[in-house]
């Protein structure tokens, strides 16, 4: 069975290092054939410059992620286009699981679940949203994909950092609409795909890692330095969707000074920012207030260029090590990464430290944690187990993510 071609658009704005560890992510993924379409500044073109002749890059630096979205999708020639942030990184199987249901003609776009900074608690999982903007959790039991009908009361979520939509969807709904500078223009397409009564897929084994980098609009730690945007985007999106738009723009101001407060509380923020940041909202719903619709014209699908001609290896390899043996275990790691494999690295202390999930610069998944220690955040505090008992509990987790062929035991 011919599977359909697909294009990566990524979208980067002064964060080169973030991107240049997410087009080394996607250089892992098992599907094929996908393109990489890549906008960004100058900054992000430099990084990435060891894969210029496998992506379709487009100059973009103005600070509006509709309209860069919508000039990625202009370079993009997929029958399905997917979307990733910067500072996210796809598991080697995401494209795999979240491609998949667009099997039935009838699903329009596709969203798979996010990890959090730990790389194993989730930050979304199957979410629906209303006119209001409150968002509701789906149950969603099991692996399997959920085909989900919108209504005018239940958009069903997908999350700009893990979707993929038909590029015909696209055109006929008109892509990003730029009046969404910064927030919630990924809720907008969802709500305008569910007023036609779209068809969506929430994908739980589509997976992909994010990192929340820090940009001009908050810090590292996920504290707001700009609410401007974010009031103006609540703006735009209640003003065509709420049936109440004034107490559904009170209710947005009260979650954003309850999460400032909780910062302040925590002394991320000195007090005085509260109110701040708060004024800025105010003035950014005033601007949103008057903000027109700028939606994409879709033009021609351009040629399409794969990240390669040839179906990638799946090859992926799992290695685990004590700390005595660490060096001996990053050595092999290299080696298998020279040799094309996808890499995960497990390295245990004899601690009960919580783990935690990274891809590194290399390319390689390395897991820390101690033997005892937490992995799941629902575990024991203290779980009594052996070291292989342990590696082998770890590696089945991820295995059908990374399609895991051979383990090696370092000095264990």
């Known amino acids: 069975m011919t599977r359909p071609?697909?294009?990566?658009?990524?979208?980067?704005?002064?964060?080169?290092?973030?991107?240049?560890?997410?087009?080394?992510?996607?250089?892992?993924?098992?599907?094929?054939?996908f393109e990489v379409v890549i906008v960004a500044d100058p900054a992000g073109r430099a990084a990435i410059t060891d894969?210029?002749?496998?992506?379709?890059?487009?100059?973009?630096?103005?600070?509006?992620?509709?309209?860069?979205?919508?000039?990625?999708?202009?370079?993009?020639?997929?029958?399905?286009?997917?979307?990733?942030?910067?500072?996210?990184?796809?598991?080697?199987s995401r494209l795999d699981h979240l491609i998949a249901p667009f099997a039935d003609k009838t699903v329009d776009a596709a969203g798979g679940w996010v990890r959090?900074?730990?790389?194993?608690?989730?930050?979304?999982?199957?979410?629906?949203v209303d006119g209001d903007g409150t968002h509701l959790q789906v149950n969603h039991l099991g692996p399997e994909p959920l085909v989900l009908r919108g209504t005018a009361n239940a958009a069903p979520r997908t999350e700009g950092t893990n979707m993929a939509w038909r590029r015909q969807v696209l055109a006929d709904l008109g892509g990003f609409n730029a009046a969404y500078r910064f927030f919630a223009d990924e809720t907008d397409l969802n709500m305008r795909l569910a007023l036609r009564h779209g068809v969506t897929a929430l994908v739980p084994?589509?997976?992909?890692?994010?990192?929340y980098g820090a940009s001009a609009m908050r810090s590292a730690d996920r504290v707001p330095l700009n609410l401007y945007e974010v009031?103006?985007?609540?703006?735009?999106y209640v003003t065509r969707y709420a049936a109440d738009t004034t107490r559904a723009l009170a209710v947005?101001?009260?979650?954003?000074?309850?999460?400032?407060?909780?910062?302040?509380?925590?002394?991320?923020?000195?007090?005085g920012a509260v109110r701040k940041r708060l004024a800025e909202f105010d003035a950014g719903v005033a601007a949103g207030m008057q903000r027109p619709d700028a939606f994409w014209a879709a033009p021609p699908p351009p040629p399409f260029r794969p990240w390669s001609d040839a179906a990638p290896t799946r090859a992926s390899v799992a290695i685990v090590s004590g700390l005595r043996h660490r060096r001996a275990a990053q050595d092999l790691a290299r080696r298998h990464r020279v040799d094309g494999a996808r890499v995960s690295l497990w390295r245990f202390s004899p601690t009960a430290l919580y783990h935690h999930i990274r891809f590194d610069d290399a390319g390689v998944?390395?897991?820390t944690g101690g033997v005892f220690g937490r992995s799941?955040?629902?575990?024991?505090?203290?779980?009594?187990?052996?070291?292989?008992?342990?590696?082998?509990?770890?590696?089945?987790?991820?295995?059908?993510l990374r399609e895991i062929a051979e383990t090696h035991f370092i000095g264990a």
């Not at 071609?5 to 996607?26: A, H, M, T």
């Open 5 to 33: 071609l697909v294009s990566i658009v990524v979208v980067s704005r002064g964060r080169p290092r973030d991107l240049r560890r997410c087009v080394l992510g996607l250089s892992q993924l098992f599907y094929h054939p």
């Open 51 to 92: 894969w210029s002749d496998r992506i379709k890059f487009v100059p973009f630096d103005q600070a509006n992620i509709s309209a860069a979205r919508n000039a990625g999708l202009d370079a993009a020639a997929g029958q399905i286009i997917a979307f990733i942030d910067d500072d996210a990184v796809p598991e080697p």
């Open 116 to 128: 959090g900074r730990n790389g194993i608690s989730f930050q979304n999982k199957s979410r629906t």
């Open 205 to 211: 084994l589509a997976q992909v890692h994010h990192g």
């Open 231 to 236: 009031g103006a985007s609540w703006a735009v």
């Open 252 to 271: 947005a101001r009260g979650g954003e000074r309850s999460r400032m407060i909780h910062h302040a509380v925590r002394g991320n923020v000195w007090p």
């Open 365 to 367: 998944w390395l897991q």
């Open 376 to 400: 799941d955040r629902q575990m024991p505090i203290f779980t009594p187990t052996r070291l292989q008992s342990r590696a082998a509990s770890e590696v089945a987790k991820v295995s059908a």
